[in-house]
Structures are given as C-alpha cells and as structure tokens.
Nanobody, 116 residues
Framework: QVQLVESGGGSVRPGGSLRLSCEAS????????MGWYRQAPGKKREMVAG???????TYGDSVKGRFTISRDDAKHTVYLQMDSLKPEDTAVYFC??????????WGQGTQVTVSS
C-alpha cells in the first residue's frame, strides 16, 4: 500500500502561482509514474501532468506551458508548479502514483481556487 499526502492548495488571483506537493510513503521503491489529476465541480477528473521515474513528462493540453511537474525520488515527493493560473484551473487536485506498473493510488485531494 502507498499513502499519499498532498499540500499546497489554496486561493489565488488570476495570473498568480501555487506549488503543490505530494509525499508518498509505503512501498515507494516500486513507484513508477507520479502525477496529478484534477476535478472541477460537475466535470470529469482530468489528467494534469505525469512524470515517470526516468524523467519523461506528459501534460494535459490545457496546462502546457503554464504548469511544471517535477519529482524528488529521495524525498518520495512529486511537485506541481502552477503559474499563470486561470479561473478555469479551479478544481480539487489529486496526486496519484502508478505502483509496480499494476496499481494506482490516489491522494485525498487539495483544493485550488483561482478567483479575483
């Protein structure tokens, strides 16, 4: 079992920045991909960004050029730097990991609100 604890959410004005963190514990040596999804009210959960252990990254089209994912495997932590935030980025952001290429674990979610 892998436990994920997110932090860094909050409220920010349009154009502002936030940095999310997600620390994993339990079985971390078998984690391959670490990433972020988000879900806005009334919408489906969508992929925001992902990063494989080797460094390959992928981003959702709506965040390309604004968000940056990174990870520190020594700290078992994945980060999401969010710049140039827009009101449509408002959502609950969930950390997730692909464990042993077979299982997916989710964090509890952290709220990000972008509003003037």
């Amino acid at each position: 079992q892998v436990q994920l604890v997110e932090s860094g959410g909050g409220s920010v004005r349009p154009g502002g920045s936030l940095r999310l963190s997600c620390e994993a514990s339990g079985g971390v040596s078998n984690i391959n991909v670490m990433g972020w999804y988000r879900q806005a009210p009334g919408k489906k959960r969508e992929m925001v960004a992902g990063m494989a252990r080797g460094g390959t990254t992928t981003y959702g089209d709506s965040v390309k050029g604004r968000f940056t994912i990174s990870r520190d495997d020594a700290k078992h932590t994945v980060y999401l730097q969010m710049d140039s935030l827009k009101p449509e980025d408002t959502a609950v952001y969930f950390c997730n990991v692909l464990y042993a290429n077979t299982s997916i674990f989710w964090g509890q979610g952290t709220q990000v609100t972008v509003s003037s």
